[in-house]
């Protein structure tokens, strides 16, 4: 009889939930890519709903791969708020779309939750979906949402900016976070891994594990699709006073020109590649029932990629390069290295620390390896610069082989040092930290974004400790 009202239960559940995506689907199509790549999965506790409501897990929640809730919270939230089901689903769709669960790692997690349900929040509205789907809390809501604009100096309430403003700003934080529920939609459990490492890798419907599957990179060519798609429509109907729409902005103000920067440095190859979403499971699963262990696919597809496997990172880390910014510049690197497709799998990353020397060179294989030099990296130097030694360090590598296709040196810097008379054998960018100094000019043979302090110092992951 139990087991009998639960399939029932999922059975609606299932019906509620197909109706919402299909309904947001047919109002605004360009969506259709990220809508439909979340299975909805219901969890099931032998301990009961009242055990996953002491728990704070009784609710929706996903990881960018499916949507995990009870079957019961869609049933009974549905039947006292339609609308309700409606803003959550848009609003765990948009934690996906701005890679909010893929940065969960390393941070403060009561501020970036917090951060990060302002910024979704504050989207619907700015778009018109939370118009087309109110709540009967939304001028409360909106009055939090202007509070926290105000206390992180940022009308467009992006994520980052407000996690920055939280972290710096204590008493404010805890305010703020007690009024947190009116943003709050959905749980944030499942962004982190068990081991809370956020290297995680997935296993496909076939038994492949591929990198291919992180979501964090699928969810960042979703969100560019989705754009162009929204752009794509625009040209074609205009904009009218009821159409909604969608900017989805950077992962920070001046994130777009460093991934720029690193993408410069990629060479266009060739790679095999399975498309998942096009995949044809049936005839993988009939031969495996007609033959026992010979499944029948498709050949494998090639497509050409633009891609680094030799690469140098330089890290000035003088007196005014040291501590929370070379951190911070080192985990804002991993982020788009893992959130991006642009490095191999087996990478060949040389990681110098230097100041008027090469005092110490890191040889990276792996975004694993990475991430944890990332999480303990011990700084060396606090002397003066020159740039001179990488670059003769880097040339000296280079003839002695240890580079097959050395795509260039990137130099975190300062800005105070000597450059290089001659260009060098290899494309060369420097990231420059902002400060009381002037930005120099650099030769003609390299290239330059210039990055906050603010903003580089707090994407240290050694300030804030994790909750859990």
Same mark, same amino acid.
Request: proline share 3%; net charge negative; glycine share 8%.
């Given at each position: 009889?139990?087991?009998?009202?639960?399939q029932?239960?999922?059975?609606?559940?299932?019906?509620?939930?197909?109706?919402?995506?299909d309904?947001?689907?047919?109002q605004?199509?360009?969506l259709?890519?990220?809508?439909f790549?979340m299975?909805?999965?219901?969890?099931?506790?032998t301990r009961g709903?009242a055990?996953?409501?002491?728990?704070n897990?009784f609710?929706?929640?996903?990881?960018g791969?499916q949507?995990?809730?009870?079957?019961?919270w869609a049933?009974e939230?549905f039947?006292?708020?339609?609308n309700?089901?409606f803003?959550?689903y848009?609003?765990m769709?948009?934690?996906?779309?701005y890679l909010?669960p893929?940065q969960?790692s390393?941070?403060?997690l009561h501020a970036?939750?917090?951060?990060?349900d302002?910024?979704?929040?504050?989207?619907l509205?700015a778009n018109?979906?939370?118009?087309e789907?109110?709540?009967d809390c939304?001028?409360?809501?909106?009055a939090?949402?202007?509070?926290i604009?105000?206390?992180a100096?940022d009308e467009?309430?992006?994520a980052?900016?407000?996690?920055h403003?939280l972290?710096?700003?204590?008493p404010r934080?805890?305010q703020l976070?007690?009024?947190?529920a009116?943003?709050r939609?959905?749980l944030?459990?499942l962004?982190?891994?068990?081991?809370?490492n956020?290297?995680?890798?997935?296993?496909?419907k076939?038994?492949?594990?591929?990198?291919?599957l992180?979501p964090?990179?699928?969810?960042?060519e979703?969100?560019?699709r989705?754009?162009? &798609?929204?752009?794509?429509?625009?040209?074609?109907?205009? $904009? #009218?006073s *009821?159409?909604a729409?969608?900017?989805?902005?950077?992962? /920070?103000?001046?994130?777009?020109?460093?991934?720029?920067l690193i993408?410069?440095?990629?060479?266009?190859t060739?790679?095999?590649?399975v498309n998942m979403?096009?995949?044809?499971?049936i005839?993988?699963?009939y031969?495996?029932?007609?033959?026992?262990?010979?499944?029948?696919?498709?050949p494998?597809?090639?497509?050409?990629?633009?891609?680094i496997?030799?690469?140098c990172?330089?890290?000035?880390?003088s007196?005014?390069?040291?501590g929370s910014v070379?951190?911070?510049f080192l985990?804002r690197?991993?982020?788009i290295?893992r959130?991006?497709?642009v490095f191999?799998?087996?990478?060949?990353l040389h990681?110098?620390q230097?100041d008027?020397?090469?005092?110490?060179?890191?040889?990276?294989t792996s975004?694993?390896e &990475?991430?944890?030099?990332?999480?303990d990296?011990?700084i $060396? #130097?606090? *002397?003066?610069?020159?740039f001179?030694?990488v670059f003769? /360090?880097?040339?000296?590598m280079k003839?002695?082989?240890?580079f097959?296709?050395l795509?260039?040196l990137?130099y975190?810097?300062d800005?105070?040092?000597?450059f290089p008379e001659k260009?060098?054998s290899?494309?060369?960018?420097?990231?420059?930290?902002?400060?009381?100094q002037?930005?120099p000019?650099?030769?003609?043979?390299a290239?330059?974004?210039?990055l906050e302090r603010g903003?580089?110092e707090?994407?240290?992951?050694?300030?804030?400790?994790?909750?859990t």
């Open positions: 009889m139990e087991k009998d009202r639960e029932r239960e999922e059975k609606l559940a299932s019906e509620i939930l197909a109706f919402v995506r309904s947001i689907a047919a605004h199509p360009f259709d890519r990220a809508l790549r299975p909805v999965v219901f969890r099931k506790d709903d055990a996953l409501q002491r728990e897990t609710g929706p929640a996903t990881e791969r949507i995990v809730l009870p079957a019961a049933v939230t039947s006292r708020s339609e309700l089901v803003r959550t848009l609003h769709l948009f934690h996906c779309l909010h893929f969960y390393m941070l403060d970036w939750d917090l951060a990060s302002s910024a979704v929040e504050r989207s509205f018109g979906l939370a118009q789907w109110p709540l939304d001028e409360e809501e909106k939090l949402l202007g509070r604009a105000s206390v100096e467009e309430i992006q980052e900016k407000v996690y403003a972290v710096q700003n204590g934080m805890k976070l007690d009024e947190g009116l943003v939609r959905d944030h459990y962004w982190l891994s068990e081991d809370k956020v290297r995680i890798r997935y296993t496909n076939a038994g492949m594990q591929s990198e291919d992180d964090g990179k699928q969810w960042n979703v969100r560019s989705v754009a162009m &798609l929204q752009e794509a429509t625009e040209s074609r109907h205009g $904009k #009218g *009821g159409d729409q969608f900017h989805l902005r950077n992962l /920070y103000p001046d994130d777009r020109q460093y991934r720029d993408d410069r440095f990629a060479k266009v060739e790679e095999v590649h979403d096009e995949f044809d499971y005839y993988y699963t031969g495996m029932s007609l033959y026992g262990n010979v499944p029948l696919v498709e494998l597809e090639y497509r050409e990629a633009r891609k496997r030799d690469f990172i330089a890290i000035d880390t007196g005014s390069c040291q070379v951190r911070g985990h690197t991993y982020s290295i959130n991006s497709d191999f799998r087996h990478m060949n990681i110098l230097c008027c020397a090469v005092l110490s060179d890191r040889k990276i975004l694993e &990475l991430d944890d030099y990332c999480r990296i011990p $060396k #130097g606090a *002397g003066g610069t020159d001179r030694p003769d /360090y880097v040339e000296n003839r002695a082989g240890e097959t296709d795509r260039g990137l975190f810097t800005g105070i040092g000597t260009a060098p290899f494309q060369t960018g420097f990231v420059f930290l902002k400060g009381k002037k930005i000019e650099i030769p003609a043979w290239s330059r974004i210039v903003t580089v707090q994407d240290d992951p050694g300030q804030h400790g994790t909750a």
